[in-house]
């Protein structure tokens, strides 16, 4: 790429990340996150949810589709849903389905569940920093995605 | 099967003269004797009636619309074993009108994949006929007998258990021939051993070849949505041919996983699919699954969970020694 100072630069990947946070407990660990100024990937966009169950794998399926190269869900622990017991569906529904697309051939790496509560905004930005670096390695995802999208 | 047919059909005339049924969901005649299809038989007119090596077809499902109307008397609907799985589940799902449906259960020694006949290299087939296991095949260049047993449909080799469920009656059930000859999980295990790349070269030859006919779905006992997604119009991706490699995807992955834990492991879906695509080996994969993971539980996986689950992380775990 021919810069303004006229040196020749590779383009850096910047992978397009989507992170389904819910309301309670995830959405505000990036809150808390945000106020003590911990830093995380700017690659990762965050869709708040009401709970980590209300994600259907077409949500999960159309970021991929519009251009994601990374999902990830994060809840609030087990046992700690606002609603009692929608992460625990959302478990077994992710696992089912990350399973389903590993067996596919997509690349196992590009989803991931992790549980973060409201008092975890440190577990937040690291968990987030790690998921930005792990896809960035990975590169562009072209198993799973609409080029007519990119 | 003549004989069994014939049995069927006195069985028939007994019960509507008793006054216990009006209507009888069967199979029909085809021109050729190899393509036999689902027919409402009415008013006592059996002339087409058949029961043969090609009645593959599972009639579970026309029972939504079929015992619909209250009105309309009990419909009788024939269920080999397998058939009768879905149609517990549509039962249990509260799809049809158990009252207005009289289900018989019916032997079946397993049914015959004319593709595979044709496959093998059998032109012009003008008739068929059946003498215990020989299937004689007419054709335009002369006469054929086969072994029914070398042709079997897939979903036949992997019969798991020739148990009825659900049924009022079993008719001559006991002459139930074992046709399974290996482990359901096999192809989905070889499957997994494979690298990624592998995989997912695999899955594209073979969804690549999907029109989007919608086939699958419709005669799917555990798809019965009034209204599907892939019938929203605003999803995208509605009542039209996949647009490319995404779309197929997007397609295959959501419909097994609709039918995720409900899945009787019919086959019907691959039977029908006019592109030959191995449907059943996703479906199979999500039962492997649930059964690694979750154990055999009476309820749908997906509609329960215990609070000691696996994390969805075992998916990385498991696969870490094939990349
Ligand atoms: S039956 Fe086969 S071709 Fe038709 S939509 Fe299903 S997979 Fe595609
Ligand atoms: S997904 Fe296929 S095998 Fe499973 S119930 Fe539906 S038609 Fe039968």
């Given at each position: ?10 383009k850096e ?18 809150d808390l ?28 399926l ?15 622990h ?11 569906f959302?478990?077994?529904r ?24 409201a ?10 920093n ?21 | ?35 036999s299809?689902?027919f409402?038989?009415e ?6 009636f ?6 593959g ?14 009105g ?13 799985w ?30 595979k ?16 296991d020989?299937?004689i ?32 009656e ?34 594209r030859?073979q ?25 929203n ?6 009542a ?13 992955i959501?419909r ?16 029908v ?51």
């Amino acid at each position: 790429m021919q810069t303004d100072r006229g040196v020749t630069a590779e383009k850096e990947f910047q992978p397009k990340i989507i992170a389904f946070c819910c309301n309670w407990c995830s959405y505000a660990g990036a809150d808390l996150a945000g106020s003590g100024r911990l830093s995380y990937s700017a690659d990762v966009k965050i869709i708040r949810v009401p709970c980590s169950c209300r994600i259907n794998p077409m949500f999960i399926l159309r970021a991929f589709q519009k251009g994601a190269d990374g999902v990830i869900l994060a809840g609030c622990h087990p046992g700690d849903c606002h609603y009692s017991t929608g992460n625990y569906f959302t478990r077994r529904r992710m696992t089912l389905l990350f399973s389903m697309l590993d067996y596919m051939g997509i690349e196992k790496e590009r989803t991931r569940v992790e549980w973060i509560s409201a008092a975890e905004g440190a577990k937040f930005s690291a968990t987030m920093n790690e998921f930005a670096g792990e896809i960035k390695k990975l590169g562009r995802s072209k198993r799973l995605g609409d080029l007519r999208c990119r | 099967m003549q004989m069994i047919a014939e049995k069927i059909k006195e069985k028939i005339k007994e019960l509507t003269e008793n006054g216990k049924i009006s209507r009888v969901m069967g199979w029909k005649k085809g021109l050729y004797g190899y393509d036999s299809e689902p027919f409402v038989f009415e008013n006592g007119d059996l002339r087409d009636f058949t029961y043969d090596a090609f009645s593959g077809a599972n009639l579970c499902k026309y029972m939504i619309a079929q015992s619909k109307n209250d009105g309309d008397g009990k419909i009788l609907v024939l269920l080999k074993p397998c058939d009768t799985w879905g149609f517990e589940l549509l039962d249990k799902e509260h799809r049809i009108k158990r009252e207005n449906i009289y289900a018989l259960g019916i032997p079946c020694g397993g049914m015959v994949d004319i593709e595979k006949i044709k496959k093998s290299g059998v032109k012009g087939i003008t008739e068929i006929s059946e003498k215990e296991d020989t299937l004689i095949l007419k054709t335009m260049y002369g006469e054929k007998e086969v072994n029914k047993k070398d042709y079997l449909l897939d979903k036949c080799l992997v019969c798991s258990s020739k148990e009825y469920k659900d049924c009022d009656e079993l008719f001559m059930t006991d002459l139930c021939g074992d046709t399974a000859e290996y482990d359901r999980f096999e192809e989905v295990e070889k499957l997994e051993k494979l690298s990624s790349s592998e995989k997912f070269e695999f899955w594209r030859s073979q969804l690549e070849k999907c029109i989007r006919c919608n086939a699958c779905r419709n005669v799917c006992p555990a798809c019965s949505c009034v209204k599907c997604v892939f019938d929203n119009d605003n999803s995208g991706v509605a009542a039209k041919a996949n647009a490319n490699d995404f779309e197929e995807n997007l397609f295959h992955i959501i419909r097994a996983f609709h039918v995720c834990g409900r899945c009787v492991d019919c086959g019907e879906c691959s039977r029908v699919c006019p592109q030959n695509i191995p449907l059943h080996l996703l479906n199979r994969k999500y039962i492997k699954d649930i059964k690694e993971l979750y154990g055999d539980e009476d309820e749908a996986a997906l509609l329960t969970f215990t609070t000691e689950d696996k994390e969805p992380s075992v998916v990385y775990e498991r696969g870490k020694n094939n990349v």
